[in-house]
């Protein structure tokens, strides 16, 4: 493990918790860890709606988003996602 323990305590004892869950993960799989929280929201979304449009637009807004918010390694996983989504936006409307 990359991340010492003292510092996972000091973000537990600040109350960050999330950045502690966050820490651990993006240690052990790296940026993969956002790839596969993004693909698991949108998987769910999809098996609820049936609908790959609705798919594709919450796709390309929290790609966005995740550009936005993200460190710049995950910020590759999310521009991948975002140019994937906007690729299949494009060939459901030729295929319609």
Same mark, same amino acid.
């Given at each position: 493990? =990359?991340? %010492?323990?003292?510092?996972?305590?000091?973000?537990?004892?600040?109350?960050?918790?999330?950045?502690? &869950?966050? %820490?651990?993960?993006?240690?052990?799989?790296?940026?993969?860890?956002?790839?596969?929280?993004?693909?698991?929201?949108?998987?769910?979304?999809?098996?609820? =709606?049936?609908?790959?449009? &609705?798919? =594709?637009?919450?796709?390309?807004? *929290? *790609?966005?988003?995740?550009?936005?918010?993200?460190?710049?390694?995950?910020?590759?996983?999310?521009? &991948?996602?975002?140019?994937?989504?906007?690729?299949? %936006?494009?060939?459901?409307?030729?295929?319609?």
């Amino acid at each position: 493990m =990359t991340l %010492a323990l003292q510092e996972l305590l000091q973000k537990v004892i600040e109350g960050d918790w999330l950045g502690v &869950v966050d %820490a651990v993960y993006t240690d052990l799989i790296g940026a993969w860890f956002y790839a596969f929280i993004l693909l698991l929201t949108h998987t769910m979304i999809y098996l609820k =709606t049936r609908d790959i449009g &609705v798919v =594709t637009v919450i796709g390309i807004i *929290s *790609s966005a988003v995740m550009l936005a918010v993200l460190p710049a390694p995950a910020q590759t996983v999310a521009f &991948v996602f975002m140019v994937l989504f906007v690729g299949l %936006a494009v060939a459901r409307a030729v295929l319609r």
